[in-house]
């Protein structure tokens, strides 16, 4: 299994619709979790940190499955300018390693 | 503006030649990492610095090379470009090592002819 996976998409969906995707890790212990949006042919940057209790910043929400070891990003209201590609970034640190691993990312379309 | 700045922001290097990509922050960040980035394989870790002094490696740091002389500069240097090594590169910050996100600097589109 690998240790960040996402699915690729692409979604492509109606603007107004709710979209959602998950993010697995492989690493029980993994303590830190964030989601990063990319736009095309431009760095990526930080959309959300995700924490335990599950948080929400307007119209998107970062929740945290520890249970099941995933992560899940949810975007109501979707607008044409959240066309991107979004990265889920897992971190773990213990028993003297150190790991930050990016999954490859999942391309939404909004289309009008 | 505080950020991270790169540069060259592209770049066409014939095979063989040596190339020093700069990485340059203002934040004080301690941490700093080079990635590449390229088509289906996502972004993957070349080396890390974790402060000013001590460097590390990541997953593909084969051919490259870094410094961190002071807490700002962490410049990444190909000794001797192949074509595989033709990629998006880009340098990011945080904080600490542990636990904070990653800030991104614009990126280096290098080609390797």
Known sequence: ?112 | IAGITQAPTSQILAAGRRMTLRCTQDMRHNAMYWYRQDLGLGLRLIHYSNTAGTTGKGEVPDGYSVSRANTDDFPLTLASAVPSQTSVYFCASSPSFLFSPLHFGNGTRLTVT
């Open chain 1, 1 to 112: 299994r690998k240790e960040v996976e996402q699915d690729p998409g692409p979604f492509n969906v109606p603007e107004g619709a709710t979209v959602a995707f998950n993010c697995t890790y492989s690493n029980s212990a993994s303590q830190s979790f964030f989601w990063y949006r990319q736009d095309c042919r431009k760095e990526p940057k930080l959309l959300m940190s995700v924490y335990s209790s599950g948080n929400e910043d307007g119209r998107f929400t970062a929740q945290l499955n520890r249970a099941s070891q995933y992560i899940s990003l949810l975007i109501r209201d979707s607008k044409l300018s959240d066309s991107a590609t979004y990265l889920c970034v897992v971190i773990y640190s213990g028993a003297g390693s150190y790991q930050l691993t990016f999954g490859k990312g999942t391309k939404l379309s909004v289309i009008p």
